[in-house]
């Protein structure tokens, strides 16, 4: 099992900043590919963006390319999505999930934590 628990949500204004953390716990955390979600009420849950199990690779949604940021920590077993010139659509609540395969696909991710709500006010 790995445990996920995110942390860094927030009300933020339109053009403002702000990044997410996810702290992973249970299995090697090296062994694990990772990724933001997100969801918004009556949607279905959204790719964000996702980091190889070494941090060498990244792969951005079109609509956060240019803005978001995701990064890992091995060492500290931690995973951040640095969020930039946020908007009201961003607004959403944002998961964490890993996986053992290099998909973005729901689906495809066995972890989960239980989201982190960011608002973002125009």
């Known amino acids: 099992q790995v445990q996920l628990v995110e942390s860094g949500g927030g009300l933020v204004q339109a053009g403002g900043s702000l990044t997410l953390s996810c702290a992973a716990s249970g299995r090697t955390f090296t062994n694990y590919h990772m990724a933001w979600f997100r969801r918004t009420p009556g949607k279905e849950r959204e790719f964000v963006a996702r980091?190889?199990?070494?941090?060498?690779?990244?792969e951005y949604a079109d609509f956060v390319k240019g803005r978001f940021t995701i990064s890992r920590d091995n060492a500290g077993n931690t995973v951040l999505l640095q969020m930039n010139s946020l908007k009201a659509e961003d607004t959403a609540v944002y998961y964490c999930a890993a996986t053992r395969w290099a998909v973005r696909s729901p689906p495809g991710y066995a972890y989960w934590g239980l989201g982190t709500q960011v608002t973002v006010s125009s």
């Open positions: 980091i190889s199990s070494t941090g060498a690779n990244t």
